[in-house]
């Protein structure tokens, strides 16, 4: 009885492969080998043929194929195009600047006649802050002569509430009126961009830019007069309705607004009249 072989006598056990002509039975290529050699063999095929691919994938364009690929081969497409298009505009930029270049020294264009952005922009800036219809010019002659002579105008006792007046800010009281003491007015504060809001339908009759990079408001409701000071910006401008509880700018981040409530030429207490 032949005795059982081992795992390893049976993968180191020889064989030949052999090829044979069938006519004359000789032998034409043989090979001899085991079970572990061709193991061997067929592994190392498998890491050739991965290797092989792997370089394909990695250093042809194939690769674009996979997925994964083509999303970096678009983004890589976005920038470059992106990069032209800043060249591009480069390019259009030098062109400019070298055509007038050209006309300054071929004395198409006087030098001293040029001035600077920012000598243009502050002229720019007065002539906007200087630039008032005939009715702000007349309010603002009221208003200024109210204001010299305020301690005679002012009427310490509230007048009588005649309307219902809105809230004109969701904020804090953070000065009270006190005519007495040259403070005819509130002065409410809150956080950034809380609406500013009229306390009664009216219209707009004056807007100015102030400068501390403030805006203020003053809008006429019949014989009210109610006076915005210190908004972060404006949403309306001179001679638009406004209905009571729109909205009229927004509050300023770091500045508090300044309220006044005038009535028939009288400043008047907004706290007795107003809910803050």
């Known amino acids: 009885m032949e005795k059982k072989q081992t795992f390893w006598q049976r993968m180191t056990r020889k064989y030949r492969l052999s090829v044979t002509d069938d006519h004359s039975l000789k032998q034409m290529w043989s090979i001899r080998g085991n079970w572990l050699i061709v ?58 600047y070298l055509d007038m270049l050209k006309q300054v020294v071929a004395g198409d264009v006087q030098t001293d006649s040029l001035q600077p952005l920012d000598s243009v922009q502050i002229v720019m800036r007065e002539q906007l802050l200087e630039a008032k219809n005939a009715a702000t010019e007349e309010f603002m002659a009221q208003y200024e002569e ?80 109610s006076v915005y000071e210190h908004a972060a910006g404006l949403l309306k401008k001179t001679g638009d309705p406004v209905q009571a509880g729109e909205t009229l700018g927004m509050a300023a981040d770091g500045k508090d607004i300044t309220f006044y409530l005038w009535h028939d030429g009288k400043c008047v207490n907004p706290e007795e009249m107003i809910a803050f």
Do not use: C, W
Request: glycine share 2%.
């Open 39 to 96: 193991i061997l063999s067929l592994i190392v095929l498998f890491l050739l043929t991965l290797m092989t691919l792997s370089a394909i994938i990695i250093y042809s364009p194939a690769r674009n194929l996979l997925p994964g690929y083509r999303e970096d081969v678009r983004q890589q497409v976005v920038e470059e195009s992106a990069r032209v298009d800043s060249l591009t505009q480069e390019m259009v930029l030098q062109r400019q």
């Open 146 to 225: 109210k204001e010299s002579n305020r301690f005679q105008l002012f009427d310490i006792q509230s007048a009588a509430p005649v309307y219902t007046l809105i809230r004109p800010l969701e904020g804090v009281v953070m000065e009270h009126f006190n005519a007495e003491q040259g403070h005819p007015y509130v002065t409410l504060r809150s956080t950034n961009d809380t609406p500013l809001t009229a306390v009664l339908s009216g219209v707009v009759v004056y807007t100015d830019y102030e400068l501390d990079n403030t805006y203020s408001i003053v809008v006429l409701h019949e014989s009210y007069l």
